[in-house]
């Protein structure tokens, strides 16, 4: 098992946490110096707020860790392409890499939809390394969707 193999495994476990709690099964871990310094998973609909994304969980993390808002010489493992918001905090962040499981075709900005990782004009760009562990994260995602539109076709004939 390659580096990137292990710690995209850790953030597959953090998707998993957020899966226990019936949210969207997404995770990330940021790594410093070959260790993690911060976990996150999706908390949108348990903490009732728009910003409790994976990766902004753990870069609140990683930054109190490290006492600094940049994070200069980390990587992020996240199970699924970051969003608008994430991607902009990536970038924000001054993280160095992103090493993506899943990409995402509806909302996806690391090249799915846009590429703000790497946007011209930016004063920071950030490396994106893609499908690590990419079926294990996608089926995830699809198998948590599929259970959720069995869910509602059960409540919606109940109903009936």
């Known amino acids: 098992m390659t580096e990137e ?3 995209m495994k850790e ?8 899966r226990a709690l019936k949210e969207v099964p997404i995770g990330c ?4 110096e070959g260790k993690i310094i911060a976990r996150g998973y999706n908390r949108r609909n348990t903490d009732k707020n728009t910003l409790s994304h ?3 969980n753990a870069i609140r ?13 980390c990587t992020m493992y996240v199970t699924l392409e970051p969003c608008q918001m994430c991607a902009g905090a990536l970038v924000q962040s001054r993280i160095d890499e992103v090493v993506i499981g899943s990409m995402n075709p509806k909302a996806g900005c690391a090249g799915s939809v ?3 990782l790497e946007a011209e004009g930016f004063n920071h760009k950030v490396k994106i390394t893609k499908g ?3 079926e294990e ?8 969707f599929r259970e959720l539109r069995q869910e509602k076709k059960m409540k919606k004939e109940e109903k009936s």
């Open 5 to 7: 193999e292990r710690f």
């Open 11 to 18: 953030a597959i476990r953090q998707a998993k946490k957020a």
């Open 29 to 32: 871990v940021i790594v410093s």
């Open 54 to 56: 994976a990766e902004l």
């Open 61 to 73: 993390k990683a930054s109190k860790k490290l006492g600094d808002w940049r994070l200069e010489g």
């Open 114 to 116: 846009l590429n703000l």
């Open 132 to 134: 690590i562990l990419q």
């Open 137 to 144: 994260c996608s089926s995830m995602l699809s198998e948590f």
